[in-house]
């Protein structure tokens, strides 16, 4: 396809000025000034069981409102007679609302905080009181907490005879002896944990706890019983699962792992809860976990996080009721009796959906194989009737062999070898069942073991994800787009989970490069204000300690719950190292510099900054050992295997470099951000050394691979005379694959960024609708309904990484991006790319300030752009084939022209 240029004619000038303006949105209630909305605390709508110290509050600006000049805030604690001022910061003179730290005297434990905001637009004019939110603390040391983590003194992990012990249950009885004002139930688990009271589960949370270095923290939940508690006699429920905590080698099951992993079973199932229930009366009780609680191996006969879980119903509750016994926790034990037990700042992973099969299909052997319609990552949810002791067998599976049965390669698993989910009937009626502490990724599941054929209610889907409220939209006039736009949606949501996943099934690790590698596709489609700051905090907290082998290295994976041996291995690429690698461990300085461009965070950056330093340092010496070569993976994944492998790590240690001497500078550390410019500066000298390379057809890079110039013009490597040239030579490397995607999952964002930096949007256009392998549109083609580990349809079938392609959806074709230099989408820039045959797109996306959006439509009679952009930001509105940028402010605005 031709790159075409639209033709800007004097027509357009004319138009512009008809309809260029901005149409005034009327202030809601009849002209009365409109109110701050969305408050926050925490990034979040009403926490209860925080443990910030000084919470972070936010609000969107009045609808309607030009912007803001100024804010006051005013909190008031909820005290025992009555509520009582706490504190008010008075007229601050500022436009920011986000990110606003509390300021006033000390919290404690359980303080339940109201808050109000009111806000003055920049002609002095004021706002009414907001509506009031509120946030509530947590238990916020030890000393806060009488309970005590509990166990099975009869548990253990595998018996003489080699099968699974059932998993420990543990109950209290208690009674509530009056009108119930407040009740709330601290608890967590480990290795996982599903509480109940008086048999229904406590919350809407899954999978809990969320993972951490388990020596460094054990998070738990906080939930609100007020309602739940009866009068007279109540019981706690907590069962228990495996986890990451318990990674047992089981005769028959799947195993992830080989000969470099090493891994770990850290303790026995255990668990601490706390209820606190405060009567109208002003009366406090406390039910704690203790020796007095009761415990039994429940019917939870087997738990792996990685190969299913089986539940045998005839157990009933458990069986063989004992005491508890009281965990004596040391240095030694995990959690060591120093780990503190933090609040989970993350939304919590939740039933998304459920989902009935599309299809149901007999195997020859009596068996069943269900189609749900597209790979999803959940659990299967069982409702049949049948006899004590017939058990039903359910087998995930992303993908269907030729002759139709199922093809359970690509989840690691094989015969003998398998994941899978049983249930085993106590013959009583109906029975439902669903699993509580594992979850797969699959579209398909052969289903056994049931005396007559199922309904499309006998076993369904739950979907199961965090719960980050979605951060923007996107469709356009052509179906592939939006296909391609479901899929990667639909994969990013599969390893969404306490972590981001690599993939829901053969190793479900929390790998810090894909997080890295797709961060931008991941912060267009999700809010992840309040997540994305707990997987740094996972990174600081797996960081390699002095004292340990390679000090101050961060993993591949974090938490590390197994750690993989520096082995060097040849690749087509070179020799890669597993351990280390620039590109994935430099995600603890990148992230954070991405979370402050994109929500204002600077709390994140400064929190983990002495962990960024050390990371730099031990990269440094490395370096240094290894001769000037950082071992690595380079571009990994990548089609193209030419690329040199140092050039991705060393294009990825500038990046990191340069983004640590901002982050300096943005925290006031002059000196260190003298040092970094300076480490970059030589980095980028030894780049050009080393990769710039000039034939008879100018400047390239590296190998000359999309890669090698793709990676050096969006790292800022390439000298402002020579980017045009290499930027030729990129396209030209495109249209000499065949307009086929060929970098790795490192060079992938820079491909799409570089591209887009450059005005070619046509490029990617032809090689994201390219119906042939490897490609987006050819795993649309190929039937695919989520992204495989590679773009050719290979390995893992619901992998993230490679999800590039969305934030160019939302940045390129609808053209919302923020402005260079900016920080929060203050200053925006709108630039729609008309490529290809698309008659029409849309996006939006909800910055810190409120939604903007583009819709664009062309047709015979020219072009349309309808803009929205949020109070207290501007827009550069760049239309096609216009050397002219129009500056709007928050509104609505259209323009057109003819093309």
């Not at 901005?22 to 209860?48: C, F, K, M, W, Y």
């Not at 690691?412 to 979850?439: N, V």
């Not at 398909?444 to 979605?470: E, F, I």
């Not at 300690?545 to 082995?567: K, M, T, W, Y």
């Amino acid at each position: 396809m031709k790159h075409r240029r639209p033709i800007f004619t004097l027509l357009t000038a004319l138009l512009l000025a008809a309809s260029g303006s901005a149409v005034a949105a009327a202030a809601p209630g009849g002209g009365h000034a409109a109110q701050p909305t969305s408050l926050r605390t925490e990034n979040l709508v009403d926490p209860i069981g925080i443990d910030a110290a000084k919470p972070l509050l936010s609000w969107l600006p009045p609808q309607g409102s030009a912007g803001q000049a100024a804010y006051e805030i005013r909190a008031t604690l909820d005290a025992p007679s009555r509520p009582r001022d706490l504190w008010d910061s008075g007229k601050v003179r500022s436009a920011a609302t986000s990110n606003i730290a509390y300021g006033g005297p000390a919290l404690h434990a359980r303080d339940h905080v109201r808050w109000q905001v009111r806000t003055w637009d920049n002609g002095g004019r004021v706002s009414p009181w907001s509506a009031e939110s509120s946030w509530e603390m947590g238990l916020l040391s030890a000393a806060d907490w009488s309970a005590r983590w509990i166990e099975n003194p009869s548990y253990d992990y595998t018996q003489p005879d080699g099968k699974e012990t059932p998993l420990p249950v543990f109950g209290k009885a208690f009674s509530v002896h009056g009108p119930v004002k407040q009740a709330r139930l601290y608890t967590t688990g480990l290795g996982m944990y599903a509480a109940t009271l008086n048999g229904r589960a406590v919350g809407d949370a899954v999978l809990e706890p969320g993972q951490t270095t388990y020596t460094a923290e054990v998070d738990y939940r906080t939930y609100d019983l007020t309602r739940a508690l009866k009068p007279g006699t109540n019981t706690i429920g907590l069962e228990t699962g495996s986890g990451t905590y318990q990674r047992v080698k089981t005769p028959g099951r799947y195993f992830f792992g080989n000969t470099l992993e090493q891994y770990t079973v850290y303790g026995e199932p255990k668990v601490i809860a706390q209820l606190e229930v405060t009567y109208r009366d002003g009366r406090r009780e406390i039910v704690s976990s203790d020796g007095t609680w009761r415990t039994a191996l429940g019917p939870t006969t087997f738990s792996s996080w990685w190969s299913g879980e089986e539940y045998d119903a005839r157990r009933g509750n458990g069986t063989d009721w004992q005491q508890a016994s009281v965990v004596k926790l040391t240095q030694t034990t995990t959690p060591r009796d120093t780990t503190p037990l933090r609040a989970n700042p993350r939304p919590p992973v939740t039933v998304a959906e459920t989902v009935q099969p599309t299809d149901i299909r007999k195997l020859a052997d009596g068996s069943y194989i269900l189609d749900f319609g597209a790979n999803r990552s959940g659990w299967p949810s069982l409702s049949v009737a049948g006899r004590a002791g017939d058990t039903v067998t359910m087998i995930p599976a992303e993908k269907l062999a030729a002759d139709g049965t199922l093809d359970i390669a690509s989840t690691g698993a094989k015969p003998g070898s398998q994941i899978a989910y049983r249930y085993t009937l106590a013959g009583r009626g109906l029975e439902k069942w669903h699993t509580q502490f594992t979850y797969s990724g699959y579209r398909y599941l052969q289903v056994s073991g049931l005396r007559k054929a199922p309904a499309k209610d006998t076993v369904t889907m739950d979907v199961v994800y965090a719960a980050n409220p979605s951060a923007s939209e996107f469709t356009s006039s052509s179906d592939l787009l939006n296909r391609i736009h479901a899929i990667t949606e639909r994969s990013i949501r599969s390893n969404m989970t306490s972590v981001l996943t690599d993939c829901p099934d053969r190793e479900k690790g929390p790998y810090t490069g894909d997080n890295l590698h797709n961060i931008d596709a991941l912060l267009t489609d999700y809010d992840m204000s309040a997540f994305q700051p707990q997987l740094v905090r996972n990174m600081a907290t797996a960081q390699r300690q002095p004292g340990d082998e390679s000090p101050g290295l961060i993993a591949n994976i974090a938490p590390e719950f197994h750690r993989v041996a520096p082995v060097k291995l040849p690749y087509p690429q070179g020799t890669i190292e597993f351990l280390d690698e620039v590109n994935w461990g430099g995600a603890i300085i990148r992230i954070p510099w991405q979370l402050y461009q994109t929500y204002g965070d600077t709390r994140t950056m400064a929190t983990y900054y002495d962990n960024m330093v050390a990371w730099l340092d031990y990269e440094a010496s490395n370096k240094a050992t290894n001769n000037g070569d950082i071992p690595g993976l380079g571009d990994w994944s990548a089609t193209d295997n030419t690329t040199p492998m140092q050039l991705a790590i060393t294009a990825g240690y500038y990046t990191a470099a340069q983004d640590m001497a901002s982050i300096a500078q943005v925290l006031g550390k002059t000196a260190d951000h003298t040092k970094y410019t300076a480490l970059a500066t030589r980095l980028s000298g030894e780049f050009r050394t080393r990769f710039r390379h000039v034939d008879e057809n100018g400047v390239f890079y590296g190998s000359d691979s999309e890669a090698s110039n793709a990676m050096a013009l969006d790292a800022g490597l390439v000298a402002p005379a020579d980017r045009a040239a290499v930027l030729d030579r990129l396209v030209a490397s495109v249209r000499k694959a065949g307009d086929h995607i060929t970098t790795g999952s490192v060079a992938l964002g820079p491909l799409f960024r570089a591209l887009q930096a450059g005005n070619r949007n046509d490029v990617i256009y032809d090689m994201v609708v390219n119906p042939t392998s490897p490609g987006y549109g050819y795993l649309v083609a190929s039937g695919h309904t989520t992204l495989s580990e590679s773009l050719d349809g290979g390995g893992s079938q619901n992998h993230h990484f490679l999800g590039a392609v969305d934030a160019w959806f939302v940045r390129g074709v609808a053209g919302i991006r923020q402005a260079p230099g900016s920080v929060g989408y203050r200053s925006l820039e709108i630039a729609p790319a008309l490529v290809g045959d698309l008659t029409r797109a849309s996006g939006s996306y909800r910055t810190p300030l409120g939604t903007v959006s583009s819709s664009w439509t062309k047709s015979a009679h020219g072009f349309r752009l309808e803009v929205t952009v949020p109070p207290g930001a501007t827009a550069t509105v760049h239309l096609p084939g216009s050397p002219t940028a129009h500056s709007v402010g928050s509104g609505k605005h259209t323009f057109t022209t003819s093309i």
